[in-house]
Nanobody, 116 residues
Framework: QVQLVESGGGLVQAGGSLRLSCAAS????????MGWYRQAPGKQRELVAR???????NYADFVKGRFTISRENAKNTVNLQMNSLQPEDTAVYYC??????????WGQGTQVIVSS
């Protein structure tokens, strides 16, 4: 069993910052890549950022240099530092992991609300 647990969501004013973390629990976990996705009400889930076990990163255009994804491979953890948050960033943020020999897993999601 693989479990992804997110933390760090909450309420923040526009221009503020939040740091999301996602930890994968279980035995024999080796991830190919981990990432963050978000889903706003009435919208499809979309990619925010993704990072491979080797450190290569991909960001959605709307990040505009505001977000930084990082990983701690030894801890099977991925982080997302979100700066200059805007109301349109309001969404449920989901951690995703592509784990070797096991497939793709999703976290339960953590709510991010940015007030205008």
């Amino acid at each position: 069993q693989v479990q992804l647990v997110e933390s760090g969501g909450g309420l923040v004013q526009a221009g503020g910052s939040l740091r999301l973390s996602c930890a994968a629990s279980g035995t024999r976990i080796s991830f190919k890549s981990m990432g963050w996705y978000r889903q706003a009400p009435g919208k499809q889930r979309e990619l925010v950022a993704r990072i491979t076990s080797g450190g290569s990163t991909n960001y959605a255009d709307f990040v505009k240099g505001r977000f930084t994804i990082s990983r701690e491979n030894a801890k099977n953890t991925v982080n997302l530092q979100m700066n200059s948050l805007q109301p349109e960033d309001t969404a449920v943020y989901y951690c995703n992991a592509d784990i070797t020999f096991r497939g793709t897993f999703w976290g339960q999601g953590t709510q991010v609300i940015v007030s205008s």
